[in-house]
T-cell receptor
Framework: GAVVSQHPSRVICKSGTSVKIECRSLDFQATTMFWYRQFPKQSLMLMAT?????????EQGVEKDKFLINHASLTLSTLTVTSAHPEDSSFYICSGLTITGELFFGEGSRLTVL | DAKTTQPPSMDCAEGRAANLPCNHS???????VYWYRQIHSQGPQYIIHGLKNNETNEMASLIITEDRKSSTLILPHATLRDTAVYYC??????????????FGGGTRLMVKP
């Protein structure tokens, strides 16, 4: 299957700082990428849909000013958690949509805010 | 996307077949059944998908009932590395509508030696 890579896989930051997570489709072009968040022992929750060259669409309850999404190219989408707080600690996962409509997921990025 | 119902957990002996059921009684005619699994602290991994015919690949088999209201994922010879949470999802394949995946609770499969 297609490969989606996330970086960093783990990040620890101080409260109040911003953290950027990158999501790259390595062997396909993803016009659409999705960002999910997963808390311990819970299922994945969709945060936003990112379309190349346009603004992201956020799910209800997700603050767009706190979770900045940029999809500047067909192979890269970034999620920036601004002014992170301990409650933002979570497992963040992206997925890329292939031209044939299949979805492939990144390895996830675990954010810990101290 | 249609809702799916899965048992929260299952156990399976190593080397035996693991049969994971999924109910999707409200599935629409153009919705596919997708299976993903998530090993601890990793992103979901695609396993298999199908519309109405049974499907098989190197990882698993997917059996879909004739009325398409339920399906079963079969891991023919489960190994310890198959311990994971298995998600059954229905969605429209391709296009823009419904391309996101809505994850339910999944089934936590524990393969035991």
């Amino acid at each position: 299957g297609a490969v989606v890579s996330q970086h960093p896989s783990r990040v620890i930051c101080k409260s109040g700082t911003s953290v950027k997570i990158e999501c790259r489709s390595l062997d396909f072009q993803a016009t659409t990428m999705f960002w999910y968040r997963q808390f311990p022992k819970q299922s994945l929750m969709l945060m936003a849909t990112s379309n190349e060259g346009s603004k992201a669409t956020y799910e209800q309850g997700v603050e767009k000013d706190k979770f900045l999404i940029n999809h500047a190219s067909l192979t890269l989408s970034t999620l920036t958690v601004t002014s992170a707080h301990p409650e933002d600690s979570s497992f963040y996962i992206c997925s890329g949509l292939t031209i044939t409509g299949e979805l492939f997921f990144g390895e996830g990025s675990r954010l810990t805010v101290l | 996307d249609a809702k799916t119902t899965q048992p929260p957990s299952m156990d399976c002996a190593e080397g035996r077949a693991a049969n994971l059921p999924c109910n999707h009684s409200t599935i629409s005619g153009n919705e596919y059944v997708y299976w993903y699994r998530q090993i601890h602290s990793q992103g979901p991994q695609y396993i298999i998908h199908g519309l109405k015919n049974n499907e098989t690949n190197e990882m698993a088999s997917l059996i879909i009932t004739e009325d398409r209201k339920s399906s079963t994922l079969i891991l023919p010879h489960a190994t310890l590395r198959d311990t994971a949470v298995y998600y059954c999802i229905v969605r429209v394949a391709g296009g823009n509508a419904g391309n996101m995946l809505t994850f339910g609770g999944g089934t936590r499969l524990m393969v035991k030696p």
